[in-house]
């Protein structure tokens, strides 16, 4: 029989996968099923039919084996060169280009079996082709392995389409076999058949195998019957196991070795077994043989096959087997970077020593894909192999990535201690202080980049200097600037990079600008950090760049999304956000996409949408998208606490308070935005008294650095009710560029001064700029002043801008939004206990948490009633603008 049965019952399917074919567009179909259901059989009809339409089908085989290598169901396509390319964007482009190399002038279709079985970068490489490249695809998957994230990420994104198979009616079951064997089948026969089979398809065609082979199905006047009872055997594995000669030891060595080896090359193979046993499986359908590539290669004819030999293995046959592969492979190893791979990690599994410079160039590949579990593993294994300086940068590199900061530093000391010359102090220096970075000792990282630039200084003067030109000095002085910002001391954090951006080394420039770019727009100079980085062009992919952790292309979107933000430009910060997302190295980059959807955030928070805010950062940090930036993560969640915070969503302010300082979390990058965002918090709690404390604090930590953060601060005070405090505070803030960050430094001192139509003023300043809930703000201030000093006209038109503003924030809630659409504005007090009590707190709660009585709780209610036209507490809420989560709570009350 032949090994591909025929395909019957799937009309359906088949429609689906010739329109994909005819429509031509990218993306796919992933065909879902429980095992044996017909996926790989379905998968083989698309790639003859696409072979019949002019396409060029690539039938890539994931499988257990595989999967432990960084684009290992690829290799077969890839270059045999070892890769030495750093970034994400370089090795999966180089990938996505062998592909469509391999394709000519055709389309591409990728029938890709057992999806669930790629690795994390053969992942993303299939994304990025679907995506970017106009490539169709068709994967099949087990059903039990579909919410896999790998796998889950493309039908629940709509990157393919998915198709569950069903099992087989009997009428199709029957159908199924008569195809089989090319003639009719007896109904009693076919009834068992599918009674045995539980209507799928690979089981049914076992069953037919079996009991052929034990001469029970034979062909008797013109059709197929049973001329005994079927086999019990009612499981594959039990019926696959039937096949085997077990009493042929032979026979069971080449198959142990194929299911640890899959796929096997075939030439390997035929140098310790005899061709006439590969026939022979061959034509029991037990193995195939096909071409990938240059190569004949050997597998199983269902994946379930050599899951279940792998899965009863005993482990000393396992180590025979693996030694026997390791022997047959070794050759290879020089010619093949996919195949010496496989022999480092066949070797750690022996416990035997394995080629550093192997490990290193497959954990490389893991850290540009993200795969930072492989890379770690792999990173291991070459530091204990050959504890080199670069080995030891890249573990401790994929140590901090992964929030280990500790464990980053003793192997970064280790490896410090033993440094041979400049260029080994250099790139250990620069490691071990991202290290140190983490564990927020700056001034040892900034000891260790001052010794580690004076040795470089030594060495050029020795004509010692490195043979690849990179200006380690230059690298060491740059990142020792980001250590000065961390001590306070900004100007010669300044001095040190402008030295340095006119850098004729392109690594020295990129990072003395980005770092420069960032400085300058904290510093509430956007328009000199615009200017900064807009000619600045990434340099090329360099093997050491791993560790130069700005050299990512992404981060200049970066500082000129910050820089539009401070400057007052957000429509445009938003438009080039958006212009982002649609570059490669936004898809490719997980971390990169952190920190651009963080800027998101806080333009989205800046323009009053803190519901859009909030959500977006949930599933940002949901998911792995900041994965490799932990630092960064925190970042995130103080902004998630912030938009939390301002729609009064109790439970992302929980998930955020949990995140922040866990897991290996630093407060390195978020100096003040943490301390802003818990004021914020308590201000949502009601506790807007230890919401200005915090303030403070912020103000009094930053002095001398981080205007804009500042700024927010002493902006942030003001809004809770305590202008007069920040006005002090703005004092020694340096004038800042750009409408926005002007209008918060007015918005401050007009407020103090009591100034309502200066107030109304900024109003409109916040506005153009799109800062809708600060310009609501504004005017709401301006309108409670002018009610205060008789000037209803003018009370009732700021009112009115400052509705029509608040309608763009949806949800929002600050002590000054609260009270927007009142006759009459709540006095500070007032506001705090109809928070509290909007919050579904009794009298007696709100008293307890203000220390004050009950009955003076009941007085400022009546007021705040009477304020705001309502008669119970049932209303604060409606009255008061409460988002949706906010009236879940008040509904109870």
Known sequence: MDTRWPLVGRAVEQRCVEELLREGKPGGLIIVGPAGAGKTRLAQHANDLAIGRGYHSLNVSATHASQELPLGAFAPWLSPEKNVMAEPHSVLAGAAASLKKSAGRKRLLLCIDDMHYLDNASSLLVQQMIAHHDVAVVATCRDDAASKPNVMTFWKEGLLDRVDLRAFTEEESSGLAAAVVDGPIDSITASELHRLSGGLPLMLRELML?????????????????????????????????????????????????????????????????????????????????????????????????????????????????????????????????????????????????????????????????DLKRAHQLAEAAWKEAPQAETAAFLGTVLWMTADYQTAEEVLASAWSTVRDPREMAIVGLARATALEGLEKFNEADKILTQAASTQSDASEAGKGDPAGIDYRGL????????????????????????????????????????????????????????????????????????????????????????????????????????????????????????????????????????????RLTRVLASKVEQGWPLGRTYLQCCLLQAGALVGDSKAMARARAGIGTGGGSLAYAVGAHGVAEAWAAVADGRIDVGQQLLIEVLEKTKGHRGTIRLEAAHSLARIGYPKKAARYVQDILLPEGPLLSARVQYIEFLAQSDASRLESVGEKFEKCGAHLLAAESYADASRIHTRKGNKRAAAGAMRASTRLLDQCPGVRTPVSMSVGSVSQLTARERQIALLAARNMSSAEVAEHLVVSTRTVDNHLQKIFAKLGITSRREIGKALRLGPDDSAETSTM
């Open 210 to 370: 079996s009991s052929r082979q034990k001469g029970l199905l034979t062909f008797r006047n013109g059709v197929w019957s049973l001329s005994g009872e079927f086999s019990a055997e009612s499981r594959l594995g039990d019926l696959f196991k039937g096949q085997i000669q077990e009493n042929s030891t032979s026979e069971v060595a080449l198959l142990q070795t194929v299911a640890v080896g899959e796929p096997a090359l075939l030439r390997h193979l035929l140098r310790i077994f005899d061709i006439s046993l590969l026939e022979e499986l061959e034509s029991r359908s037990v193995l195939a043989i096909r071409r990938e590539g240059a190569e004949e290669e050997v597998r199983f004819v269902h994946p379930l096959y050599s899951e279940i030999l792998r899965n009863s293995l005993p482990p000393l046959q396992r180590r025979r087997r693996i030694q026997e592969l390791v022997d047959l492979y070794r050759d290879d190893a020089e010619k093949r970077s996919d195949v010496a791979l496989r022999l480092a990690l066949w070797s750690i599994e022996l416990g035997e020593g394995a080629s550093p410079t192997v490990l290193m160039d497959a954990a490389i590949i893991s850290f540009a894909t993200l």
């Open 476 to 615: 060491l002085e740059v990142r020792r600037a980001k250590f000065l910002l961390h001590l306070n001391r900004k100007t010669e954090a300044e001095d040190l990079l402008n030295s340095h951006k006119e850098s004729p080394d392109p690594y020295t420039r990129w990072e003395a600008r980005i770092t420069l770019g960032l400085l300058l727009a904290h510093d509430g100079r956007p328009e000199e950090a615009a200017s900064t980085v807009d000619s600045l062009t990434p340099p090329e992919s360099h093997r050491h760049s791993n560790i130069l952790l700005s050299h990512h292309p992404i981060m200049k979107y970066l500082v000129q999304a910050i820089a539009l933000m401070q400057s007052g430009a957000t429509a445009g910060a938003l438009k080039l956000l958006l212009n982002a997302e649609s570059s490669d190295t936004y898809r490719e980059s997980p971390s990169g996409r952190a920190m651009l959807e963080g800027v998101r955030a806080e333009v989205e928070l800046l323009r009053g949408d803190a519901r859009a805010a909030a959500d």
